[in-house]
């Protein structure tokens, strides 16, 4: 095989890779319950034998998928601060956090086992989401944006919550406004 020869299939298994992620994240969150790797496979159109070279079980797709959410979410903190005031960096993060609960629809039992073997890291995740929360508190904060005295964990806390009563289908609307009102929350009172 030439060297260019190589460097195209490279490509293309990393192309093939990132699609099946790409579905995979989309299908999960849209998905009521566990679709098989089968459904995945056909709606990325790769085959099988394609989705299983890159993830070889349920559990390294699942493991992909949640980790690449997570890094999703913690880079795009750092990302929306780069590009917006801080409490808008703060709103469109608490979407990113909707769209990561999402994905985890279609995908929760796979991912609750994993949690409970030690394969995934709950608490490390904790960890990195809670960092990404503070970044944008502490911006917020310098900037006069947001409360000082409110912490990620309540944030968090507040977003579980938001996320448990309209994580359906249809609720998206709902979603909305109690995010909207969660941050009107946030905003120093002379700015309410």
């Known amino acids: 095989m030439t060297e260019l020869a ?5 490509a293309d298994a990393t192309r093939n890779r990132d699609q099946v992620l790409e579905v995979a994240t989309r299908v999960f969150a849209s ?17 099988i034998a394609t ?3 890159h993830f070889p079980t349920r559990e390294s797709l699942v493991d992909a998928v949640y980790r690449d959410q ?11 601060l780069g590009q917006l005031p801080p409490a808008a960096a703060m709103r469109r993060w608490m979407d990113l956090f909707g769209d990561w609960i999402a ?20 608490a490390q995740t904790r960890t990195e989401l809670l960092a990404a929360i503070t970044t944008i508190l502490d911006a917020g904060r310098a900037a006069g944006d947001l409360r000082s005295d409110v912490g990620a964990d309540d944030i968090a806390a507040a977003l579980i919550g ?15 406004r109690l995010l909207d009102l969660l941050l009107d929350g946030l905003r120093p009172i002379n700015q309410r």
Not at 6 to 10: A, K
Not at 31 to 47: F, H, K, L, N, T
Request: hydrophobic share 45%; net charge positive.
């Open 103 to 122: 994905t985890k629809n279609g995908m929760l039992d796979t991912l609750l086992a994993m949690v409970e073997s030690g394969e995934i890291a709950h």
């Open 70 to 80: 997570v890094v999703r979410l913690t880079a795009g903190a750092r990302e929306l």
């Open 51 to 53: 989705l299983y070279r």
């Open 162 to 176: 938001i996320f448990t009563v309209a994580s359906r289908p249809g609720h998206e609307a709902l979603a909305s």
């Open 6 to 10: 190589g460097r195209t299939s490279r």
């Open 31 to 47: 998905a009521d319950a566990e679709p098989s790797m089968r459904a995945i496979a056909r709606e990325a159109g790769v085959g």
